[in-house]
């Protein structure tokens, strides 16, 4: 009879060869493992080659690695973005993917396969995001996203991405807007690189600005809004309000202080919140796990789910 370990090569040959990804993830606060949310074990696991300059995430997604790997940069391509927000620094699994993606160049291979994400606060909005792919519905017409506040346009493509891997006979519009004008060309090139359709206004996101988006749409499945203290301002418009509650499925919000978060929570307490976390000052915690732990002082927001 076969031993327990060769049971348990087995069963991860059985799972690699079946594309499915590895069940459990690692938690970086605590350091234990965990399993996976369903959502994620619906990415399946493949092979990504290597192409010069690029990294590639989970999902297939190709973004310039001096974007967010200061390990595979120089100084002047890793400041392309601006200093708003290190995510090499305090997301752990944007930090390990870069690091992987070292290890596989200095390796040498022409391919790399790519882990699903550690368990750290990047890790819901992954399970917000792909689960709005998953419960997108025919009668709806085209997936729709819309990002405002979107850097290189990281959650729209992921969605994007995502879609085109389990369900790639649908169609998409992604909508995105961002103020600063090196994200702006960041985003553009992001889009270049996937081949994915997108309209962009590089302008701050007002509720003049969402309006203008959302004239001839009658559904969206996803709006995912970082705005830097201006989430408030927008949300609280009532042609916004109105037009949320009609015709949007999903909002993942970056609440910037507990002021605004519990002004949120109050604006749309008819809204079924699925994640929902005050911001509080966690640095302690940031210093000791290098985790985006999102402490208020950092330019840094808490995701509330609805």
């Given at each position: 009879m076969p031993s327990w370990r060769f049971l348990l090569l087995l069963e991860a040959a059985n799972a690699f060869n079946a594309g499915t990804p590895p069940r459990y993830g690692l938690n970086v606060l605590d350091g234990k493992n965990y399993p996976h949310h369903?959502?994620?074990?619906?990415?399946?696991?493949?092979?990504?080659?290597?192409?010069?300059?690029?990294l590639t995430d989970h999902c297939g997604l190709k973004v310039p690695q001096h974007f967010d790997c200061l390990n595979l940069c120089n100084k002047s391509k890793c400041q392309s973005l601006g200093p708003a927000y290190n995510y090499y620094r305090y997301v752990p699994s944007r930090r390990l993917l870069c690091h992987e993606h070292q290890a596989y160049v200095d390796a040498r291979l022409s391919h790399s396969m790519v882990n699903l994400p550690l368990i750290d606060d990047d890790y819901g909005e992954h399970v917000a995001v792909y689960q709005s792919v998953l419960r997108h519905q025919a009668r709806h017409g085209a997936f729709r996203v819309v990002e405002l506040g979107a850097r290189w346009g990281t959650w729209g493509a992921r969605a994007v991405q995502f879609l085109r891997t389990v369900k790639p006979q649908l169609r998409y519009e992604a909508f995105f807007v961002e103020p600063a004008k090196r994200s702006c060309g960041a985003l553009r090139q992001v889009m270049k690189l996937n081949e994915i359709r997108f309209q962009l206004l590089c302008n701050y996101a007002t509720p003049e600005a969402l309006l203008k988006i959302m004239e001839g749409l009658d559904f969206v499945d996803l709006i995912h809004i970082d705005i830097q203290?201006?989430?408030?301002t927008l949300l609280a418009h009532p042609g916004v309000q109105e037009l949320l509650r009609s015709r949007a499925a999903r909002i993942i919000v970056g609440s910037h202080s507990p002021q605004i978060h519990q002004e949120l929570v109050e604006m749309y307490r008819d809204w079924i919140p699925i994640f929902s976390l005050y911001p509080r000052d966690l640095t302690p915690q940031r210093r000791r796990f290098g985790c985006k732990c999102r402490g208020l002082g950092h330019g840094a927001a808490t995701p509330m789910f609805l």
């Amino acid at each position: 009879m076969p031993s327990w370990r060769f049971l348990l090569l087995l069963e991860a040959a059985n799972a690699f060869n079946a594309g499915t990804p590895p069940r459990y993830g690692l938690n970086v606060l605590d350091g234990k493992n965990y399993p996976h949310h369903p959502v994620m074990l619906q990415v399946p696991q493949r092979s990504y080659k290597i192409e010069p300059g690029l990294l590639t995430d989970h999902c297939g997604l190709k973004v310039p690695q001096h974007f967010d790997c200061l390990n595979l940069c120089n100084k002047s391509k890793c400041q392309s973005l601006g200093p708003a927000y290190n995510y090499y620094r305090y997301v752990p699994s944007r930090r390990l993917l870069c690091h992987e993606h070292q290890a596989y160049v200095d390796a040498r291979l022409s391919h790399s396969m790519v882990n699903l994400p550690l368990i750290d606060d990047d890790y819901g909005e992954h399970v917000a995001v792909y689960q709005s792919v998953l419960r997108h519905q025919a009668r709806h017409g085209a997936f729709r996203v819309v990002e405002l506040g979107a850097r290189w346009g990281t959650w729209g493509a992921r969605a994007v991405q995502f879609l085109r891997t389990v369900k790639p006979q649908l169609r998409y519009e992604a909508f995105f807007v961002e103020p600063a004008k090196r994200s702006c060309g960041a985003l553009r090139q992001v889009m270049k690189l996937n081949e994915i359709r997108f309209q962009l206004l590089c302008n701050y996101a007002t509720p003049e600005a969402l309006l203008k988006i959302m004239e001839g749409l009658d559904f969206v499945d996803l709006i995912h809004i970082d705005i830097q203290f201006a989430e408030s301002t927008l949300l609280a418009h009532p042609g916004v309000q109105e037009l949320l509650r009609s015709r949007a499925a999903r909002i993942i919000v970056g609440s910037h202080s507990p002021q605004i978060h519990q002004e949120l929570v109050e604006m749309y307490r008819d809204w079924i919140p699925i994640f929902s976390l005050y911001p509080r000052d966690l640095t302690p915690q940031r210093r000791r796990f290098g985790c985006k732990c999102r402490g208020l002082g950092h330019g840094a927001a808490t995701p509330m789910f609805l």
